[in-house]
């Protein structure tokens, strides 16, 4: 049976709907696999399984390596810029004071010229005299109209005339900040936290890895269970197990240690790297159709 017209080549001054799917025309929605989220047991900076993992407050967890190294090199760079402030502001207080010496100087020539009538005079020979009382091109007058012409000019491919744009070092924050969530982070907020491994024999005979269960319904822990972890002890739990027994009996299920409400801190999950992410993630592309974009190279065309 021949092929509708409308999915052959023509000669039509539009696009037809199939040749638009062809070229991958319109939004492309795409589901992301597992390989695009990060798992909940691998360090927010190197991105690998932590090693001896800290928390902070908001739930995310580092390598205590790390973390360390991160904070360090924040500390060294509040250092160099605090420096280089400090500089700045020593540089213009000094161009001030010069100025200041410059403008009094200013006003006592002006005011010996007006009491006492006192005109520039120059010991060296080269300075040239005329009758309107030039002294050569470092006169005083020859002076004010080369700067009168410098402000008027529009030649500004002169280097003399180009303006130089100061760079301007503000004052640095001096508190080292979270790398995932840009919130004021000490190294005193950093709480470490304990999985609780599966030992089981079936386990062990199924997969050489590591994986995690909650200590109260031995669960298998994955980016789809919201976890907890107590900052008092670190011991972690899925949510579900903590607001039944945790929060209800203000007491840690495996150490028996007292714990409150603010002691119970979310744990971020993975992301993406996109704004909202989730159980059901999906990656949204818009494309525009025009000559010479190469999108049907982009897209696959379908088969008819």
């Not at 810029?81 to 020593?90: D, I, L, N, P």
């Not at 005109?119 to 006169?139: C, E, L, T």
């Not at 030649?155 to 005339?161: D, E, G, K, T």
């Not at 590591?210 to 976890?227: E, M």
Request: proline share 4%; net charge positive.
């Amino acid at each position: 049976m021949p092929q509708r017209h409308s999915k052959n080549n023509n000669d039509l001054a539009f696009f037809t709907y199939d040749e638009k799917r062809k070229l991958g025309y319109g939004t492309q929605k795409e589901r992301l696999g597992k390989d695009s989220i990060k798992p909940f047991d691998v360090c927010c900076l190197c991105l690998k399984p932590f090693i001896d993992p800290l928390c902070c407050q908001k739930g995310h967890v580092f390598c205590k390596e790390c973390i360390l190294e991160c904070i360090l090199a924040q500390k060294k760079d509040i250092q160099r810029k605090s420096a280089a402030h400090a500089a700045q502001q020593k540089q213009e207080n000094e161009e001030a004071e010069e100025r200041l010496m410059l403008q009094k100087a200013r006003e006592i020539d002006a005011f010996d010229q007006q009491n006492h009538g006192a005109v520039p005079q120059y010991n060296d020979k080269s300075y040239s005299v005329d009758k309107n009382g030039f002294h050569g091109a470092n006169s005083v007058k020859a002076t004010s109209y080369e700067e009168e012409a410098l402000r008027t000019m529009k030649a500004f491919w002169l280097p003399s005339a180009t303006p130089e744009a100061p760079v301007k070092v503000d004052a640095p924050s001096t508190s080292t900040v979270c790398p995932e969530g840009k919130e004021k982070l000490k190294l005193k907020n950093l709480f470490s936290i304990h999985f609780t491994e599966d030992t089981s024999e079936q386990k062990k005979t199924s997969s050489l890895d590591k994986s995690y269960i909650c200590p109260s319904c031995k669960v298998t822990l994955t980016n789809t269970l919201a976890l907890v972890a107590i900052n008092t002890c670190g011991h972690v739990f899925c949510k579900k197990c903590a607001n039944k027994f945790v929060v209800a009996d203000k007491v840690c299920l495996v150490c028996d240690r007292p714990c409150k409400d603010r002691n119970v801190v979310n744990l971020e999950k993975g992301g993406t790297g996109f704004a909202a992410h989730g159980d059901n993630l999906e990656a949204k592309d818009f494309k525009h159709l025009g000559s010479g974009s190469g999108l049907g190279l982009v897209r696959p065309a379908m088969k008819t």
